[in-house]
């Protein structure tokens, strides 16, 4: 029973129209999205090894409840799957549109705490505070919605192909029979706070392993 196994906290975001985009070049653009769960903070290693009881920890994130890095695209998307059979419950990848809009946290701020920099010691392990490791994936103050870490400590997988912008839905960017570079989003714990942003979007080959890429999971309402 999946209630047995170490599980992320999932937590609900409503549905609404969302402005995204308008960094690296983007234009900004407005896409309806429906109402759907993501994991609180990133998948940790003890929620991770559940499902891949033999997954050899980065020294850069050793505790239980890190978050598990040094995973490719497609071990992702292993770990959404495998819960999806558990639970019972059509778990996957967010798409790069819900992952900003959930960082966003309805506002168009640069961080999901406001234009500040400075302000984002409680809320994001970075280049200026994370002493070249990874964290926790509940450490930090949660955004004004209740989602932990979506700046800093590490990069997020999502299931979005790098295309460029705007997002339509059904234009296909986020099938997984599909092979290609994936986007990635967030920022990492080596990362200056100053080059982050809810909108920046880096492309990333599928089956890159990094010790600063992780990832967290969604699925639709």
Known sequence: MYTRVPRPVMWLLRGNAAELGGDNDEPPFTVELESFYLSRGCVSNAQFEAYRPGFSRHARALNDADPAVGVSFRDAVGYA?????????????????????????FGRARYPWGDD?????????????????????????????????????VWEWTSSLHRPFPVVPGDGRDALDIEGVRVTRGGGHTDPIAALSCSRREPVSEATRRPDLGFRIGRSL
């Open 81 to 105: 799957d495998w819960y999806a059979q558990l639970s019972g419950k059509a778990f996957r990848l967010l798409t790069e549109a819900e992952w900003e809009f959930a960082a966003r946290a």
């Open 117 to 153: 920099s400075s302000a984002g010691t409680a809320y994001a392990w970075t280049l200026e505070n994370s002493d070249g490791r990874c964290h926790g994936v509940e450490e930090n103050k949660p955004s004004k919605v209740g989602i932990i870490g979506m700046i800093g400590n």
